[in-house]
């Protein structure tokens, strides 16, 4: 079965300033992918940035790039010149293919961000 | 935003009655899905349906049934309500891209069993 960890439930960074959320997970699997879901105070998911494992390019999406380490099953997001709107719990996902081609997605506990002005 | 509603938004009930959530999109996606929120617990995966009629368990499955009879409509059903099925509900959807599965959510039912 696959875990998805982030050590850090809280973090804080001032506006403007960059901060890096740290995410590991454990899998047998050699293909998979992984994601990086913000939800904002109103509940909604909302689908930050991912990464196919089977890249060696680190994926970026403005503000938002993550530093993905295959080896060390490590998937880190950071995020530069924080905002106010960034305040939310940010959640690291697994994907799996499932039966059927399915995907399940295991998250990780989340790590909550408080962007201060 | 990938079409998704769900019904009721929030709801209230006591313990032993019959549930029923309903996840509707507008997208005709093949793969729906259904998962729970809980603190400290991320999302966890309900139920998941890979077309009309096709169901299958997700990792926390027990005590709840789905139903899928047109591809618009996901229904998640609590046969008999008890308090640790207190949660907040997410539906989601898979986009098929061509590098990369994407599931986009739902904006959540919070229930509540008393």
């Known amino acids: 079965a696959q875990t998805v960890t982030q050590s850090q439930p809280e973090m804080s960074v001032q506006e403007a300033e960059t901060v890096t959320l740290s995410c590991t997970y454990d899998t047998s699997e050699s293909n998979y992918y992984l994601f990086w879901y913000k939800q904002p105070p109103s509940r909604q998911m909302i689908l930050v940035i991912r990464q196919e494992a089977y890249k060696q390019q680190n994926a970026t999406e403005n503000r938002f790039s993550v530093n993905f380490q295959k080896a060390a099953k490590s998937f880190s997001l950071k995020i530069s010149d924080s905002q106010l709107g960034d305040t939310a719990m940010y959640f690291c996902?697994?994907?799996?293919?499932?039966?059927?081609?399915?995907?399940?997605?295991?998250f990780g506990g989340g790590t909550r961000l408080m962007v201060k002005p | 935003d990938a079409g998704i509603t769900q019904s009721p938004r929030h709801k209230v009930t006591e313990t032993g009655t019959p549930v029923t959530l309903r996840c509707h999109q507008t997208e005709n996606h093949r793969y729906m899905y259904w998962y729970r929120q809980d603190p400290g617990h991320g999302l966890r995966l309900i139920h998941y349906s890979y077309g009309v009629k096709d169901t299958d368990k997700g990792e926390v499955s027990d005590g709840y049934s789905v139903s899928r009879s047109k591809t618009e409509d996901f229904l998640l059903t609590l046969e008999s309500a008890t308090s640790s099925q207190t949660s907040v509900y997410f539906c989601?959807?898979?986009?098929?891209?061509?590098?990369?599965?994407?599931?986009?959510f739902g904006p959540g039912t919070r229930l509540t069993v008393l």
């Open positions: 996902a697994f994907m799996k293919p499932l039966n059927n081609a399915g995907n399940m997605l295991t």
């Open positions: 989601a959807i898979k986009v098929q891209r061509p590098s990369t599965d994407t599931q986009y």
